[in-house]
């Protein structure tokens, strides 16, 4: 091991030498290449650990579950990106990767925030009955919650609750958490309210020991994945000019310009 000043910057990334490459500690061709897959390595770079069969499971599903949402912002951007600098395939996924954030495809970090609030609580039935008054009474999206599609149930929501449930190397307090607040969040409403994708998303993560502050990562590496998928589809059925012009003719402008001057 190097020996460093205590106040010096170090990486445990990577590593190599003239006649070989280090992955935190494993060898790339000795060790992952041909062994490991993409999950593992990922996950192993990641957590700065070795990954469980449940970690690996629940990942992917996970990966599976956010990669692909249709036509929606991030893939919209990506498509009109793509075809104006069609040269800058990666210029159009960053485009698109701009949009997961708090509104779209990210939301999972804002719902594991109020997770982790109720675990930390001593009474996690009072904080979570707090947090649903709170948001109700400032008339916020609940994170985790409600879908503008997938009503009463969002399918995909309860089948990843599903598969982690099956799992007994979990230990279900996040699952417990999200379960509590959905509870709270359909008694303050006074009907039930759908919990989508990405709050059973930051349940799962949250039981694989994924940190909340990381989580949205996992959402850019799926969709990723998705937005070059619709690249592919760009140019083979290109999109872009068709949206372009259905905004243009959708959208009026309601200006002076042009009008005449009745003085």
Not at 19 to 29: C, E, F, G
Not at 122 to 131: F, K, M, S
Not at 136 to 152: D, T
Not at 211 to 219: E, H, I, L, Q
Request: negative net charge; aromatic residues 4%; glycine residues 8%.
């Amino acid at each position: 091991m190097t020996s460093v000043r205590n106040d010096t910057p170090v990486t445990r990334l990577c590593t190599h030498s003239l006649t070989s490459l280090h992955y935190r500690d494993a060898n790339l061709v000795e060790d992952l290449m041909g062994k490991k897959t993409f999950t593992e390595v990922m996950l192993m770079q990641i957590l700065g650990r070795t990954p469980r069969p449940v970690d690996l499971r629940i990942t992917d599903v996970v990966l599976i579950v956010l990669m692909e949402h249709g036509l929606t912002p991030s893939a919209i951007a990506t498509r009109l990106i793509y075809m104006s600098a069609p040269e800058n395939l990666q210029g159009a996924v960053s485009a698109g990767l701009l949009a997961v954030g708090s509104s779209f495809v990210g939301t999972m970090e804002n719902c594991s925030r109020l997770l982790d609030r109720i675990l930390a609580a001593d009474d996690p039935e009072v904080e979570a009955l707090a947090i649903a008054r709170q948001y109700r009474e400032s008339k916020s999206a609940m994170p985790g919650f409600g879908h503008h599609l997938h009503k009463p149930v969002d399918p995909r929501a309860y089948k990843l609750l599903e598969l982690a449930r099956a799992e007994p190397d979990l230990a279900g307090r996040h699952i417990q958490a999200l379960e509590t607040l959905s509870r709270a969040v359909d008694q303050v409403a006074g009907r039930p309210i759908t919990l989508n994708a990405t709050g059973a998303v930051a349940a799962l993560l949250g039981e694989i020991g994924v940190p909340t502050n990381v989580m949205r990562g996992f959402a850019v590496i799926s969709r990723a994945a998705g937005l070059v998928a619709h690249i592919v589809e760009e140019q083979q059925s290109p999109s872009g000019r068709f949206i372009w012009d259905t905004v243009e003719h959708a959208i009026p402008y309601v200006g002076q310009a042009g009008t005449t001057n009745p003085d």
